[in-house]
């Protein structure tokens, strides 16, 4: 756990979940380390009294490829780690000095499903209050209002060409899982896109996206397309928390977490 700001006397704490390929190396610093800084940053400037966290207490699926891991497209790992968020946030919200601070969990990518099994544990994620799920490809529920904080309280941001949010479904996974383990999400995409029942089905549940799943959506960047001049991409997928790249993502974040979500800008569903 590294955190930005003080998680014990901040009125506004989040915690950020990262997903696929994340271990303490060089990537880590170059990559999740400034995800939760540019959250801090930004989450400073709506209200000085904010901390975040990047919380990496569980073993995220590897793969030297990238994607080519049965690891991935499981929920073992998830509910490990859902279990240890659980009660590392326990330990966050009992150590907080404010009689009453604002703490927000951000799930990315397979984070998001990591976080979605902690809601699930006994009375939910201790202490937040919302929840942020970018890139995801699922939580494992089909519903915002069994994340625990009420569906109000749960925002989504999904990039256009973020082919991680557009995995085909496990009824699709006969071709799905072909797609995933040869080309990565972009292959499932590309291979998903062809057996799609026109549902908002992914691999993990319910689009969390989908005005089924009933969250609030908020704009993102369309970023990269899928298939370029150098072929597959999922570069999009990595951009949500990057001021540069898509502010506008960035900064829902940061009101989100900084207790400012009533001033979002609201998304139409897919």
Do not use: C
């Not at 930004?42 to 793969?63: C, E, F, K, N, T």
């Not at 994620?125 to 089909?142: K, M, N």
């Not at 900064?251 to 998304?267: D, T």
């Amino acid at each position: 756990m590294v955190s930005y700001g003080n998680p014990d006397t901040a009125r506004n704490v989040s915690a950020y979940v990262p997903g696929l390929n994340t271990s303490l190396d060089a990537d880590f610093a170059k990559n999740d380390l400034k995800r939760a800084r540019d959250t801090a940053i930004g989450m400073q400037r709506h209200d000085p009294s904010s901390a975040a966290i990047v919380w990496l207490g569980y073993d995220a699926p590897q793969s030297p490829d990238g994607w080519g891991s049965l690891d991935v497209m499981g929920d073992e790992r998830a509910e490990r780690g859902g279990n240890a968020f659980h009660q590392f946030m326990g330990g966050v919200s009992a150590t907080n000095e404010n009689e009453d601070p604002h703490m927000t969990a951000i799930g990315h990518s397979y984070g998001s499903r990591t976080v979605g099994a902690a809601t699930q544990r006994a009375g939910g994620i201790p202490g937040v209050d919302d929840i942020v799920l970018v890139g995801s490809p699922g939580v494992g529920v089909d519903r915002a209002d069994e994340l625990g904080v009420g569906k109000e309280h749960v925002f989504v941001g999904a990039a256009e060409n973020d082919v991680v949010t557009k995995l085909p479904s496990k009824q699709q996974s006969a071709v799905g899982a072909v797609g995933m383990a040869v080309a990565g999400p972009g292959g499932a995409y590309l291979v998903g896109e062809i057996a799609d029942q026109e549902d908002d089905e992914l691999w993990f549940g319910q689009d969390p996206a989908s005005e089924a799943f009933g969250a609030r959506r908020f704009p993102v960047g369309d970023g990269p397309r899928v298939v370029g001049g150098h072929g597959l991409s999922i570069d999009a997928h990595s951009q949500y928390f990057d001021p540069d790249r898509d502010a506008s993502s960035a900064n829902s974040i940061a009101l989100v977490a900084a207790g400012q979500s009533r001033r979002l800008k609201a998304e139409e569903y897919r």
